[in-house]
Every structure is written in C-alpha cells, then in structure tokens.
C-alpha cells in the first residue's frame, strides 16, 4: 500500500501562482511514476503533469509552459509548480503514484483562481 499527502492549494488570483506538494509513504518503489492529474466542475479527471523516477516529463497542453514538475526521490515527494494562473485551472487537483501496474491516488487538493 502507499498512501499519498497533498498540500499547498488554495484562492489565488488570475495570473498568481500557487505550488503544491504530494509526499508517498509506504511501499515505495525505486521506479515509479508520479504527478497531477485535475477534476474540474462537470468535467472528467485529466493530466496535468508526470514525471518518472528517472526525472522524464510530460505536461498537458493548457499548462504547459505555466508549470513545473519536480520530485524528490530520496523523500517520495513530487511538487508541481503552477504560475500565471487562470480560472480555467480551478479544479480539486489529485497526486498520484503509480507503480507495478497499480495506481494510488491522494485525497485531493482544491485550486480556485477566482478574483
């Protein structure tokens, strides 16, 4: 089992930025893929950012370029750094850890970019 913490969402304002954290704890895998996806109101769970315990990224088209995904394997934390923020992005945001065929999602954490 391994169970995932997020925090860091929040308000924030049109063109603010906002860094959210997600630590694993458990049965940790050396090779692992972690990151966010987001649900906004009305619309089905989507991508937002991976990387993978060899540091290889991928981010979805609307934040790409706004965002940055990190991790830090020796604390099973990955971050996502999320700048000029806009109301499009408001949507409770999910950690994941994937491993082995097997998916472990966060609790979630809300993201509201509202003025």
């Known amino acids: 089992q391994v169970q995932l913490v997020e925090s860091g969402g929040g308000l924030v304002q049109p063109g603010g930025s906002l860094r959210l954290s997600c630590v694993a704890s458990?049965?940790?895998?050396?090779?692992?893929?972690m990151g966010w996806h987001r649900q906004a109101p009305g619309k089905e769970r989507e991508l937002v950012a991976s990387?993978?315990?060899?540091?290889?990224?991928n981010y979805a088209d609307s934040v790409k370029g706004r965002s940055t995904i990190s991790r830090d394997n020796a604390k099973s934390t990955v971050n996502l750094q999320m700048n000029s923020l806009k109301p499009e992005d408001t949507a409770v945001y999910y950690c994941?850890?994937?491993?082995?065929?097997?998916?472990?999602w966060g609790q979630g954490t809300q993201i509201t970019v509202s003025s």
């Open positions: 994941y850890y994937f491993s082995s065929g097997q998916v472990y």
């Open positions: 458990g049965s940790i895998s050396s090779i692992n893929g």
């Open positions: 990387i993978s315990s060899g540091g290889i990224t």
